[in-house]
Nanobody, 134 residues
Framework: QVRLVESGGGSVQAGGSLRLSCAAL????????MGWFRQAPGKKREVLAA????????YYADSLKGRLTISRDNAENSLYLSINSLKPEDTAMYYC???????????????????????????WGPGTQVTVSS
C-alpha cells in the first residue's frame, strides 16, 4: 500500500522557518515527480514546488521562489520542503504529493510541476498544518 506521511508542521512566528518532511511508504520514488502543495481555508489547493527525484531538478511557484527549497533523500525515500521568511498568509495545510509511475530522465522539475498541477495519478499524504502568527 502506497502511503505518504508528512511531518514538521506547527505554529511559528512570522519571519521564522520550518522544514517539512514526507516519508514515502510502500513505493520507492527513485525516479518520479514529487512535490508539495498547500491549501488554505476557503482556497484551492496549489502546488508550491516540484522535484524529479531521479535527476534532482526542481521548480517552484513564482509567488514563493526564493523562500522555498525542495529536496529529497532517495536512500531514505523521503521528501523535504524548507520554507523561510514565513508570513501569516502561509498558514495552510501542507501536503506531500507523488505521481506514480517512472518519470523519464528527460523530464525537468518544471515538467514535474506541470504534471503535478494536472494531478493525473497523484498520491497524497494526509497533510501537516502550518500556522504562522504575526
Amino acid at each position: 500500500q502506497v502511503r505518504l506521511v508528512e511531518s514538521g508542521g506547527g505554529s511559528v512566528q512570522a519571519g521564522g522557518s520550518l522544514r517539512l518532511s514526507c516519508a514515502a511508504l510502500g513505493y520507492t520514488y527513485s525516479s518520479n515527480c514529487m512535490g508539495w502543495f498547500r491549501q488554505a481555508p476557503g482556497k484551492k489547493r496549489e502546488v508550491l514546488a516540484a522535484i524529479h527525484t531521479g535527476a534532482g531538478s526542481t521548480y517552484y511557484a513564482d509567488s514563493l521562489k526564493g523562500r522555498l527549497t525542495i529536496s529529497r533523500d532517495n536512500a531514505e525515500n523521503s521528501l523535504y520542503l524548507s520554507i523561510n521568511s514565513l508570513k501569516p498568509e502561509d498558514t495552510a495545510m501542507y501536503y506531500c504529493a507523488a505521481e506514480i509511475g517512472t518519470a523519464p530522465s528527460w523530464m525537468t522539475g518544471a515538467d514535474c510541476y506541470t504534471k503535478l498541477q494536472k494531478r493525473v495519478s497523484t498520491y497524497w499524504g494526509p497533510g501537516t498544518q502550518v500556522t504562522v502568527s504575526s
